[in-house]
C-alpha cells in the first residue's frame, strides 16, 4: 500500500490509494453515508455476505444502480439497470436523495473523485474516494485513527 500523510488544517489524514492486495488485510466497510447522513449499505446487493455500497449512477442517457464490494480491496462491483461503458464519466449519487456526492480531488485519468463518507458527520477526513469513470477502478481511503473498520473474522 502507498500512502501519503495530508496535512489538512489542524488534522493529519492518512491517505491511501486502495490496492487490490489489500484484501489480505480483511477489512470491511461497515458505514457508510452520503453527505445527507443517508446510509447507503445495503443488504439487497451483498457481496461474500457483506452488505454492498450502493449508489446511483447518472449519465446523460440512463440512469441505474451500481454495487460496490465493501471489502478493502475488492475489486468487485455489480451494475444494475445501467449499461456499462467503459471510459465514460458518470455522476454518482445517494440512491436516497439522488444528490451527487461531493468531488474532493482529481483522479490520475482525469476525471474526479468523489467521497463516500465512513462516518454520520461527513468529514472528508473519514472517506473513501472513488473515480467517476465507468472502468477506472481507482480508489482511496482517507481516515483518522477511529476509521471503523472491522475485521472479516469478526463479523458473523
Ligand atoms: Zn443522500
Ligand atoms: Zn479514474
Given at each position: 500500500m502507498r500512502f501519503a500523510w495530508l496535512k489538512g488544517g489542524h488534522q493529519t489524514q492518512q491517505r491511501e490509494v486502495i490496492n487490490?492486495?489489500?484484501?489480505?488485510?480483511?477489512?470491511?466497510?461497515?458505514e457508510c453515508y452520503c453527505?445527507?447522513?443517508?446510509?447507503?449499505?445495503?443488504?439487497q446487493i451483498s457481496f461474500n455476505g457483506h452488505p454492498g455500497l450502493t449508489l446511483k449512477l447518472r449519465s446523460q442517457t440512463q440512469e441505474g444502480l451500481l454495487s460496490i464490494s465493501p471489502v478493502i480491496g475488492d475489486r468487485e462491483r455489480k451494475f444494475l439497470d445501467f449499461e456499462r461503458r467503459p471510459g465514460e464519466v458518470v455522476e454518482i449519487c445517494c440512491p436516497t436523495c439522488s444528490e451527487p456526492f461531493p468531488v474532493y480531488n482529481q483522479c490520475d485519468c482525469g476525471a474526479h473523485l468523489v467521497a463516500l463518507f465512513t462516518?454520520?458527520?461527513?468529514?472528508?477526513?473519514q472517506c473513501v474516494g472513488i473515480c467517476?469513470?465507468?472502468?477506472?477502478?481507482h480508489s482511496e481511503l482517507i481516515s483518522e485513527r477511529n476509521l471503523r473498520l472491522y475485521s472479516r473474522t469478526y463479523y458473523f
Open positions: 487490490q492486495e489489500d484484501i489480505a488485510k480483511n477489512q470491511v466497510i461497515r453527505h445527507n447522513g443517508h446510509d447507503v449499505l445495503t443488504d462516518s454520520p458527520n461527513a468529514s472528508f477526513s467517476q469513470r465507468i472502468g477506472c477502478l
